[in-house]
């Protein structure tokens, strides 16, 4: 894992953490941190992000540009053990107590001969004395495929654990936020009928996604960026973005104690046009302080 921290006394960390009040919390499927590193960097030099959680970064630790990052006043926590999937989190307030995985997250391998260990989709931290989870729904390829059922034990292992965090501390402050692979409701797909018998608008997926939401985890964005055609991702075939053929996958679910502090919220829609964008937008809250 990489962070913002090099052993031996040497340390890799802005001069001191830089509290706001609100506190501004984005999370972006960069779809490549490495080809959208500039677009990044670019976007958090102009928004007055304190936190930005990354998803689809596609590169190892030791691939991941976290000096150009430092450069800019964060720090950085990754996993990522190759080319696919791989989470992040940027902060400039402050990055403590850093975990690969929740406790429970199942395993997988695509191969027969290759055993199943846990994917790099699950980072968390502690950031501005808010828990922020970066998390990368697996996809689920196709209802019925092997990888839907794993995408379905992930998230109920999911919701098991982020339940139990709220028995062990119902005050936690806690955000889970990310590429979930879902869209919650039908107003959230540009056409039900294409995606009819397709993933990511299942009733089992639907149904996990409400489990966590049950769970006293509430989609804080939704009120500020009501639908219907509000989306967070577009395909890059066939023109899906200039024609708003979209899906709303990307949700920031808050705990009920950080959920009373949230004043506001944005898709950023136009970080989807331009020359290579990813195939997301960013979303974002701002959080008050206590």
């Not at 720090?75 to 696919?84: L, R």
């Not at 959230?188 to 294409?194: A, G, L, P, R």
């Not at 973005?241 to 502090?261: E, H, W, Y």
Request: contains cysteine.
């Amino acid at each position: 894992m990489a962070d913002g921290t090099v052993d031996g006394g040497d340390t890799l960390r802005p001069a001191s953490p830089r509290l706001r009040s609100p506190l501004r919390l984005a999370t972006w499927n960069v779809n490549s941190i490495r080809t959208r590193l500039d677009r990044v960097l670019d976007w958090l030099g102009r928004a007055g992000v304190d936190v930005l959680a990354m998803q689809e970064t596609k590169c190892s630790d030791s691939q991941f540009p976290t000096l150009p990052f430092f450069e800019l006043g964060y720090e950085v926590a990754h996993v990522g053990f190759n080319q696919w999937n791989g989470v992040a989190i940027a902060s400039r307030v402050g990055i403590d107590d850093v975990q690969v995985g929740f406790e429970g997250q199942p395993t997988w391998s695509g191969k027969p001969e290759v055993a199943a260990t846990a994917e790099a989709r699950a980072l968390g931290a502690t950031c501005g004395g808010i828990r922020v989870w970066s998390l990368y729904v697996p996809n689920g390829r196709a209802v019925g495929d092997p990888h839907y059922a794993y995408k379905l034990n992930w998230l109920a292992a999911l919701r098991d654990t982020a339940a139990g965090w709220l028995r062990d501390d119902p005050a936690a402050p806690i955000a889970l936020v990310g590429d979930w692979n879902i869209a919650p409701t039908d107003e959230d797909v540009w056409s039900t009928e294409f995606y009819a018998g397709a993933t990511h608008v299942s009733p089992p997926e639907r149904r996990a996604f409400e489990a966590i939401v049950d769970a006293q985890f509430t989609d804080v964005v939704r009120p500020f960026a009501p639908g219907p055609a509000v989306y967070t991702y577009w395909d890059y075939t066939q023109l899906r973005f200039p024609k708003n053929r979209g899906m709303r996958i990307d949700f920031i679910l808050a705990s009920p104690a950080l959920a009373g502090r949230v004043t506001g919220a944005q898709i950023v829609r136009d970080e989807r046009k331009g020359k290579a964008p990813s195939d997301h937008a960013p979303v974002l809250i701002d959080v008050r302080s206590i």
